[in-house]
């Protein structure tokens, strides 16, 4: 069982940048891959971005490519998304997620969920 937590959100200006953490407890953390999703009001869940377990692989979604950069300190359980150029339209609720491994976090064949964490940009 992984408990996902995610903090870092908020209100930023237009070409700000934040940095999202999402903490995990249980001791299978580092054996699973981990992911960012968002949810932007009126859309569906996407997928951002993906790392394996020992991050010598990851994965994103073209929009945040070059922006965004997922990484994870298995020493300390957590999963990050530092993400730079913010744009309106990356306001959503992000989510962390846990998976067997990066291909199946993509297919949001996902076992564990966060309960989110508000971003919000203003132009």
């Known amino acids: 069982q992984v408990q996902l937590v995610e903090s870092g959100g908020g209100l930023v200006q237009a070409g700000g940048s934040l940095r999202l953490s999402c903490a995990a407890s249980g001791r299978t953390f580092s054996s699973y891959a981990m992911g960012w999703f968002r949810q932007a009001p009126g859309k569906e869940r996407e997928f951002i971005a993906a790392?394996?377990?020992?991050?010598?692989?990851?994965d994103y979604e073209d929009s945040v490519k070059g922006r965004f950069t997922i990484s994870r300190d298995n020493a300390k359980n957590t999963v990050y998304l530092q993400m730079n150029s913010l744009k309106p339209e990356d306001t959503a609720v992000y989510y962390c997620?846990?998976?067997?491994?990066?291909?199946?976090?993509?297919?949001?064949?996902?076992?564990?969920w966060g309960q989110g964490t508000q971003v919000t940009i203003s132009s």
């Open positions: 790392i394996s377990w020992s991050s010598s692989n990851t």
């Open positions: 997620a846990a998976g067997l491994h990066t291909t199946r976090v993509r297919r949001n064949e996902v076992n564990y």
